[in-house]
């Protein structure tokens, strides 16, 4: 059983979850060249404007026709700024799962935002497409990302060792990996009953291990 999703937009009351653009790209490149970006996310580094028209124009069209996941440009509903991104990756349409990532910008940290996109997320998927399960990694010393997913209602499963690379940037500017362990967390829809409407928020990123 395959399927795909529907191109489409979902609003909240502060943001807009909509597909991403090539007017996006200045944005999307800065966004994915911050510090904790490259730490916590497999993203290139440095990531080149290049590199994320080339994902918003053909990575991200091939992922949601072949029905792997979905991305969302997270966006402030009144002012239209590109805060953050959401995942939808490694999707498997026979047991209706999928795992969701998200990024948020640094210019936009500390408003609630992770939270408030990958909770409308997650009610469009176990609601609308009656998806029976979301899974979430974090990177085991990154609670910022821990507590987006608490936030939102996740159960914390268990901890796969040594499963996640991280990194570290050393004094000449490189980027050192570093071996970690992955925390798992899932969502299932009777898990959605106690995350409110509105959230506050440290807010986090998620592994991205899939990033071209």
């Keep these: 059983m395959s399927g795909t999703f529907p191109n489409i937009s979902i609003s909240t009351e502060r943001l807009v979850l909509r597909p991403l653009d090539e007017d996006d790209v200045p944005a999307l490149a800065e966004m994915m060249n911050d510090e904790q970006v490259g730490a916590w996310t497999s993203v290139p580094q440095p990531y080149s404007e290049e590199q994320a028209r080339a994902w918003i124009t053909e990575h991200a069209p091939a992922e949601r026709g072949a029905g792997r996941g979905l991305t969302f440009a997270v966006t402030e509903f009144l002012t239209q700024r590109l ?51 979301i899974e979430l990694r974090t990177a085991a010393d990154n609670t910022a990302s821990q507590q987006v997913a608490q936030k939102i209602g996740c159960i914390s499963e268990g901890v796969l060792r040594n499963a996640c690379i991280a990194r570290v940037r050393a004094d000449d500017g490189t980027w050192n990996d570093v071996r970690t362990d992955y925390i798992v967390w899932s969502l299932l829809p009777e898990d959605l009953d106690g995350a409110g409407e509105q959230l506050a928020d440290s807010s986090g990123f998620t592994s991205f291990p899939d990033w071209n």
């Design 83 to 133: 805060v953050g991104v959401v995942q939808l990756a490694k999707t498997d349409w026979r047991i209706r799962s999928t795992e969701l990532s998200y990024i948020i910008a640094p210019w936009a940290r500390g408003e609630g935002y992770a939270s408030e996109a990958a909770l409308a997320t997650a009610q469009w998927l176990l609601g609308d497409q009656k998806f029976e399960r």
